[in-house]
């Protein structure tokens, strides 16, 4: 939990989702970011034990047992925001997700399935096209932060991805950044891809950037 003890007043509070590496020191790193924002922030644990590697293997056989269990994952997304909801200071009101990567698949998920949230937002995710949601059912409002040269989805992806936010009636918006690959946010992506031979990369412009739009989000769905 990350947030501004000197702050007395009740702020918003901001879920932040890792990506597939699990509760890491980015994913901790991107909580204390919008902790200086003025929003009390939680990086969720959605392995359990505080989980975290550096290897690819790894972290896909721990991604692919939540992506098996949609009723795990759910219950342990909803215990972080009945937690951050409970925390002092916050106003359970005012509650958003942020999520990296697989931590952007989640965040899209748990709209899609209509979790009582007032925005979410997806760094570089790949979309959830499985169980498109019912017109009516997506509370939230949804910002997807899309690299362009992201090899992880595909035309066909985004396709239906749009197709069933329409169809669902869905506020959402999804915002390309030309030339970023998967993982664009995170400046040791390049480090990875050299050692594991994976195609993500750094795009500094592009982080700086989507920042910048999760701010602006922020600040029009949680009033601050």
Partial sequence: ?????????????????????????????????????????????????????????QAGA?????????????ARFMAALRALERQQGVDPERIAAIGYCFGGTVVLSMARAGVDLDGVVSFHGTLPVAGPPTPEQIEAEVLVLHGG?????????????????????????????????????????????QMYDLDVGYDARAEQQSWLEMRTFLVRVLGH
């Fill in 1 to 57: 939990m990350a947030y501004d003890g000197e702050q007395e007043q009740s702020r918003p509070g901001v879920l932040v989702v890792p990506e597939w590496w699990g509760l890491n020191d980015y994913a901790r790193r991107r909580a204390r970011d919008l902790a200086a924002l003025g929003y009390v922030a939680l990086a969720v644990d959605m392995y359990g034990g505080g989980k975290a590697t550096i290897d690819p293997e």
């Fill in 62 to 74: 721990w991604a692919g047992e939540i992506g098996k269990d949609p009723e795990m994952a759910r």
């Fill in 149 to 193: 040269a992201d090899s992880y989805v595909t035309d066909a992806q985004m396709a239906s991805f749009k197709r069933q936010m329409r169809r669902a009636g869905a506020d959402f918006d999804i915002i390309t950044y030309r030339g970023a690959k998967h993982s664009f946010t995170n400046p040791a992506a390049d480090a990875t891809a």
